[in-house]
């Protein structure tokens, strides 16, 4: 017979990351609320500032990031809160996986849940204020890509340090704002530049500063996640 082996590291981080994503399909509790909230923001800044002294054109790229950055706290929340339920994370260390790997299904998971909120956002920014589609639009959502890559690094680590604390929902943004400070000003600088039609080569240097934040934040983050698991 053969012998029963566990999977890889990817192999169980992308069980994982199914588990997860299988759950939030199931309730949708947080998708609908990330996706409300962002809607409902886009609307609020739209109409609450004076357009003849703002353009929509000019105001879209902050709002985008405000609503990113937000959105992405609402969904960091629930990558550990659902495992609260039945104590969840106890079967998960128990079993023949690599603690690493659980970092990085949880990191794959919450990817794909704020990438699914853009998908929704990114539209409705082009239609409320006015956002030529086409090339810039696109660049403008690789960079959110890149973004979402490093917001995610670092708020799942801080997702589950801060889920077991009785204020876990105050601490997370506390611990993870400050270091998505980085990300947020590099895309927003980076996305204004693309709105206006500025030259490729003037974001390129912001893009490498992305680049950079997701490589350094993904390894350390990754590495220093077994240890926020121990008692």
Known sequence: MNELRP???????????RKDLAIEFRTRTAFLSALVFAVL?????????????????????GVLWVVLAFSALLGLQRSFGIEEHDRGIDALLVSPVSRESIYVGKAIG???????????TMPALAL??????????????????????????????FSAMAVNTRMAELLLPM????????????????????LQGRPVAEVAPL???????????LFACTVAFPYTLDE
């Open 207 to 217: 893009l490498k500063l992305l680049v950079a934040f997701d490589i350094v934040f």
């Open 128 to 157: 409320f204020y006015n956002v030529r589609g086409g090339r810039p639009l696109l660049l403008v959502a690789g960079i959110v890509l890149l973004a979402v890559l490093g917001i995610v690094a670092v708020g799942t680590l």
């Open 110 to 120: 919450n990817f794909v849940f704020l990438c699914a909120i853009q998908v929704v």
């Open 7 to 17: 999977p890889g590291t990817l192999g169980a981080a992308l069980l994982v990351a």
């Open 41 to 61: 923001a886009l609307c609020i800044f739209y109409f609450a500032w004076d357009g003849s002294i703002v353009s929509p054109t000019e105001l879209a790229p």
């Open 175 to 194: 611990l993870s704002l400050p270091f998505f400070v980085p990300v947020l000003m590099s895309g927003a600088q980076a996305a204004t530049r693309v």
